[in-house]
Nanobody
Framework: QVQLVESGGGLVQAGGSLRLSCAASGSIFSTNAGGWFRQAPGKGREFVAAMWWSGDGTWYADSVKGRFTMSRDNAKNTIYLQMNSLKPEDTAVYYC?????????????????WGQGAQVTVSS
């Protein structure tokens, strides 16, 4: 069973930066697609970013494009989400996810494995 462990959340002022990390128990990210989603209070889980297994293709939600960057380190079995120019509306619990396939997807039911979530709070 794949386990994903997230780290790096916290409190930051608007305009600041944070980096989330998601470490896998196995080498899943070297062969399978990974993604990031978020869920704000009272809202559904929202797509943020996804990366194909090859690392060549990365998709972003329009709301974060140009501010967030997803990357991975296969040697560490870890994916990252670098978040810059953070806004109060970015406040949410952020979840990393992995698919049992190599092709990325933007809908959360497409992902089989999930991290525990990391709280990101952006103050105005």
């Amino acid at each position: 069973q794949v386990q994903l462990v997230e780290s790096g959340g916290g409190l930051v002022q608007a305009g600041g930066s944070l980096r989330l990390s998601c470490a896998a128990s196995g080498s899943i990210f070297s062969t399978n697609a990974g993604g990031w989603f978020r869920q704000a209070p009272g809202k559904g889980r929202e797509f943020v970013a996804a990366m194909w297994w090859s690392g060549d293709g990365t998709w972003y939600a329009d709301s974060v494009k140009g501010r967030f960057t997803m990357s991975r380190d296969n040697a560490k079995n870890t994916i990252y989400l670098q978040m810059n120019s953070l806004k109060p509306e970015d406040t949410a619990v952020y979840y990393c996810a992995a698919r049992a396939r190599s092709i990325a997807a933007v809908t959360f039911p497409s992902y089989e494995f999930w991290g525990q979530g990391a709280q990101v709070t952006v103050s105005s």
